[in-house]
């Protein structure tokens, strides 16, 4: 199987670096299965990603960040080209679920593993994210595949601003790895709630509709990590064809402050304030004069409402070792 690595260029030197050394090395020889390309602009990742999808055999590696991952999964949805990933990102959040931390750890190890067919292709699930606005009138700029986890409240406010510090401080290792830390204990400082409500078939059989219309956050999983480690769906399996779903009530700022600790550990079910449940298709509505704001795998979108689908074995997903 020949390989295409798709590089994001603007990932962080050091990693970048790293990366080339070690596609240098295991690439000697064997030029003619494998070749390398070096995003110049945004979106550059799905273009190429689009054009390879029409070859056979061949295995796409995304070498960058969840933001990499999320282009070049899109390309490739329902199309019978695998995907690798090798973490050059600050998060690396979708492959806390897929891979162990000496691979997320060393680009040198994935590739490696590439070089050397030392993956299996397994086919994972995929949520189809779609928004509306208020004439339900589908809005195709944001509309997308989601691989990881997509989310509507508070914790699109704290994408928003820990992004604001990446961008402001590009070069500092410390803002990149503490940025969606920080911005999530300025967040609950400032406005916590937002107005919707959601409709889903429950999996426990309590009912389709939410009981309340305003909430601090709601996430919609296929894998369990996010915003640097926040852990929302501990229990995610990314191919039994259902969503982890995670609701949290509007809540006060000392209790925020509590339960904030235990959602990032992945230990907030059995609280009151917190529903989680499965499902395989969830509907979310404004229900106040704000449309809603939400990203899906750490990509804004916003829409009055938003629906989402779990579509089984949607893409082929190349796991190490």
Same mark, same amino acid.
């Given at each position: 199987?020949?390989?295409?690595?798709?590089?994001?260029?603007?990932?962080?030197?050091?990693?970048?670096?790293?990366?080339?050394?070690?596609?240098?090395?295991?690439?000697? =020889?064997? %030029?003619?299965?494998?070749?390398?390309?070096?995003?110049?602009?945004?979106?550059?990742?799905? %273009?190429?990603?689009?054009?390879?999808? %029409?070859?056979?055999?061949?295995?796409?590696?995304?070498?960058?960040?969840?933001?990499?991952?999320?282009?070049?999964?899109?390309?490739?949805?329902?199309?019978?080209?695998?995907?690798?990933?090798?973490?050059? =990102?600050?998060?690396?959040?979708?492959?806390?679920?897929?891979?162990?931390? *000496?691979?997320?750890?060393?680009?040198?190890?994935?590739?490696?593993?590439?070089?050397?067919? *030392?993956?299996?292709?397994?086919?994972?699930?995929?949520?189809?994210?779609t928004s509306y606005d208020r004439n339900d009138k589908k809005i195709d700029a944001n509309s997308a595949w989601c691989i990881n986890v997509a989310s509507i409240g508070?914790?699109? %406010?704290?994408?928003?601003?820990?992004?604001?510090?990446?961008?402001?401080? /590009? *070069?500092?290792?410390?803002?990149?790895?503490?940025?969606?830390?920080?911005?999530?204990?300025?967040?609950?400082?400032?406005?916590?709630?937002?107005?919707?409500?959601?409709?889903?078939?429950?999996?426990?059989?309590? /009912?389709?509709?939410?009981?309340?219309?305003?909430? @601090?956050?709601?996430?919609?999983?296929?894998?369990?990590?996010?915003?640097?480690?926040?852990?929302?769906?501990?229990?995610?399996?990314?191919?039994?064809?259902?969503?982890?779903?995670?609701?949290?009530?509007?809540?006060?700022?000392?209790?925020?402050?509590?339960?904030?600790?235990?959602?990032?550990?992945?230990?907030?079910?059995?609280?009151?304030?917190?529903?989680?449940? @499965?499902?395989?298709?969830?509907?979310?509505?404004?229900?106040?004069?704000?449309?809603?704001? =939400?990203?899906?795998?750490?990509?804004?979108?916003?829409?009055?409402?938003? @629906?989402?689908?779990?579509? /089984?074995?949607?893409?082929?997903?190349?796991?190490?070792?």
């Amino acid at each position: 199987m020949k390989k295409l690595f798709i590089v994001n260029s603007r990932a962080e030197s050091k990693a970048l670096a790293r990366f080339k050394s070690a596609y240098f090395d295991y690439s000697a =020889g064997k %030029e003619s299965e494998t070749r390398v390309v070096y995003t110049e602009f945004a979106g550059h990742a799905a %273009e190429v990603a689009s054009k390879a999808a %029409e070859e056979d055999d061949l295995l796409v590696i995304a070498c960058g960040g969840d933001g990499t991952v999320h282009e070049v999964a899109n390309a490739l949805a329902e199309s019978s080209t695998p995907l690798a990933v090798i973490p050059l =990102g600050t998060g690396n959040d979708f492959t806390r679920s897929v891979m162990n931390e *000496n691979h997320r750890s060393n680009c040198e190890v994935c590739i490696g593993d590439v070089f050397r067919n *030392n993956y299996k292709i397994k086919d994972i699930d995929l949520i189809k994210v779609t928004s509306y606005d208020r004439n339900d009138k589908k809005i195709d700029a944001n509309s997308a595949w989601c691989i990881n986890v997509a989310s509507i409240g508070l914790d699109t %406010e704290v994408q928003l601003r820990a992004k604001g510090k990446v961008l402001a401080h /590009p *070069n500092s290792s410390l803002i990149r790895s503490t940025a969606y830390s920080t911005s999530a204990l300025g967040c609950i400082f400032g406005n916590r709630h937002f107005d919707f409500k959601f409709n889903a078939k429950r999996s426990d059989g309590k /009912p389709d509709e939410s009981e309340k219309s305003r909430y @601090t956050l709601i996430s919609v999983c296929n894998a369990s990590y996010y915003g640097d480690g926040f852990c929302p769906a501990p229990k995610a399996v990314l191919d039994d064809g259902l969503m982890n779903v995670c609701a949290i009530d509007a809540v006060s700022l000392m209790r925020s402050l509590y339960l904030i600790t235990k959602y990032k550990k992945g230990t907030h079910d059995g609280y009151k304030e917190i529903d989680n449940f @499965t499902t395989a298709s969830l509907t979310v509505t404004a229900t106040g004069a704000r449309d809603l704001n =939400g990203n899906y795998d750490g990509e804004d979108f916003s829409g009055h409402k938003v @629906t989402f689908e779990c579509v /089984p074995g949607a893409i082929k997903l190349a796991f190490y070792g």
